[in-house]
């Protein structure tokens, strides 16, 4: 089992920066990949950024050159570094880890975070 403790996220005008936070317990870190997803109101979970355990980085077209996902396995958290926030980025962002490669498939994704939620102002 791995339990997934998010912190960051909030209100942001457009423009600003924001860092989301995952910590990990419960297995040992660097065997899993880890994904960024969010989820808009009435739309489905999309992947964002993943990194896998050894550095193998994805991110969806929309924020490259803006997100940086990145992880230290020493501390078992991983980071999504958010800049240039446009308000279409408003969602609620979930960190999800899973073994071996990413997945940009949702239902493939074994663990999952409690979401926090980020406004980005117009």
């Known amino acids: 089992q791995v339990q997934l403790v998010q912190s960051g996220g909030g209100l942001v005008q457009s423009g600003g920066s924001l860092r989301l936070s995952c910590a990990a317990s419960?297995?040992?870190?660097?065997?899993?990949?880890m994904g960024w997803f969010h989820q808009a109101p009435g739309k489905q979970r999309e992947l964002v950024a993943a990194?896998?355990?050894?550095?193998?980085?994805y991110y969806t077209d929309s924020v490259k050159g803006r997100f940086t996902i990145s992880r230290d396995n020493a501390k078992n958290t991983g980071y999504l570094q958010m800049n240039s926030l446009k308000p279409e980025d408003t969602a609620v962002y979930y960190c999800?880890?899973?073994?071996?490669?990413?997945?940009?498939?949702?239902?493939?994704?074994?663990?999952w975070g409690q979401g926090t939620q980020v406004t980005v102002s117009s």
């Open positions: 999800a880890a899973r073994t071996g490669y990413y997945s940009l498939l949702s239902a493939r994704w074994d663990y």
């Open positions: 419960g297995r040992t870190f660097s065997g899993y990949a």
């Open positions: 990194i896998t355990g050894n550095g193998i980085t």
